[in-house]
């Protein structure tokens, strides 16, 4: 039986106790006021150093008796804007707001990390550095983070996300590309208006538009390796004012989600170029915006192994778990451009418990018996990357 997990187990009450308080007071990205309120209250009893950071986050710290190098464990704060529908006693009572997505109990379960490891100092061989991030949704937290010096002198980074496809007590792990980058990209048209009776005296901007929309599937097809997943979305197509009236605008609004940076770069200039072709044609002109959201989550290989490691000690053999990479996004990527890392994906499902919805579900719940599991390998993760040789 791993002693970590003990641990862990002798605080369950707490961490789940604290994860429904703020599951029951839900708050957006960047107005994590109380959340972050929350925090500092637990970080303060427990006697641990911190500072606010962003506009909502905080970074705490606990320094062991022995020097040594640095490794940071992550946990987000945020919720979403969701009406709940999941049915449990302690369902959000802010209306049209819900932990959808599991973030309070990221956050639960790195406080959990906290208490434990704050009795630990004497096995501690450097820093743990917590950050209890806000904005993960809107991909703006870690860069928050970070700009506040968050960062400075870290040597290695965890963090994990519940996932409802995975039973309690399994987790995965797995080198390289774990999750997708995303990007959005504004496309605007603009032309000459006139009266839908007479096109050729105007410059329409809707057909233009629209083939470019079938033309873009081409960059995926002809342009991509078919061996690189990409996808190339369009979310948003609006122009136009009125049937008779010829569009002098047309907007697009597009969402690229990819593994490897060189595709991306390669997928951005053929957007643009495909779009400014098209705008020629048709003698009109064109504007593309590129937002980047975030980036790639890739997983270090060595720290793979470590946290493969730590995950055997606190949940036994025959817990790793595989599926394929998703292309879904996190931020935690942003993190990984400072210092290598690994992030997890650990089972929260029960399909006896009607825990089977995926994120961002109105229906989402998880099974609470695997915060302890996270709250363990937070730990774990953390005491072999500074104690190792």
């Known amino acids: 039986m791993s002693i970590i997990l003990d ?24 107005l994590e006021i109380r959340t972050q309120t929350r925090i500092i209250e637990e970080l303060e009893k427990l006697g641990v150093e911190y500072k606010k950071a962003g506009r909502t986050s905080v970074i705490a710290w606990i320094k062991g008796d022995k020097p040594g190098k640095t490794v940071m464990l992550r946990g987000d704060t945020d919720a979403l804007p969701v009406l709940e529908e999941s049915g449990v006693d302690y369902e959000s009572t802010k209306e049209g707001l819900m932990h959808a997505c599991g973030h309070d109990t990221h956050t639960a379960m790195l406080l959990g990390a906290v208490k434990i490891l704050s009795k630990m100092k004497d096995q501690l061989n450097g820093e743990v550095r917590f950050f209890f991030q806000e904005a993960e949704e809107t991909f703006e937290g870690a860069k928050l983070i970070i700009a506040d010096g968050g960062m400075e002198g870290v040597d290695g980074c965890f963090g994990m996300h519940n996932y409802p496809d995975l039973e309690v007590g399994k987790v995965v792990m797995n080198p390289g590309y774990i999750s997708a980058g995303c990007d959005t990209i504004h496309v605007k048209f603009e032309g000459v208006s006139g009266h839908g009776s007479t096109p050729h005296l105007a410059k329409d901007t809707i057909h233009p538009a ?42 697009l609004d597009l969402s690229l989600r990819y593994f490897n940076k060189d595709v991306r770069d390669l997928v951005l200039k053929a957007i643009q170029r495909h779009a400014k ?90 099974d609470e018996d695997f915060l302890k599991y996270g709250t363990a390998l937070h730990v774990q993760f953390a005491l072999d990357f500074l104690n190792r040789g």
């Open 277 to 366: 072709a098209i705008a020629d044609a048709y003698e009109i002109k064109v504007e593309i915006e590129i937002i980047p959201s975030t980036l790639s989550v890739y997983n270090d290989d060595d720290l793979t192994m470590l946290a493969r490691q730590a995950a055997g000690e606190v949940f036994g053999e025959d817990c790793l778990a595989d599926m394929p990479k998703l292309m879904g996004s996190e931020d935690m990527s942003f993190y990984f451009e400072h210092a290598k890392g690994v992030f997890a994906w650990i089972g929260s499902g029960n399909e006896a418990k009607d825990c089977v919805y995926p994120p961002h579900h109105e229906k989402f719940k998880v």
């Open 7 to 30: 641990k862990a187990k002798e605080i369950e009450d707490y961490i789940i106790a604290f994860r429904r308080d703020l599951h029951e007071n839900p708050e957006l990205s960047g």
């Open 210 to 251: 629209a083939m470019f929309v079938t033309d873009i599937q081409g960059i995926v097809t002809k342009n991509v390796d078919a061996q690189e997943p990409i996808v190339v979305s369009v979310g948003k197509f609006s122009g136009g004012t009125k049937a008779n009236i010829i569009a002098k605008f047309t907007e």
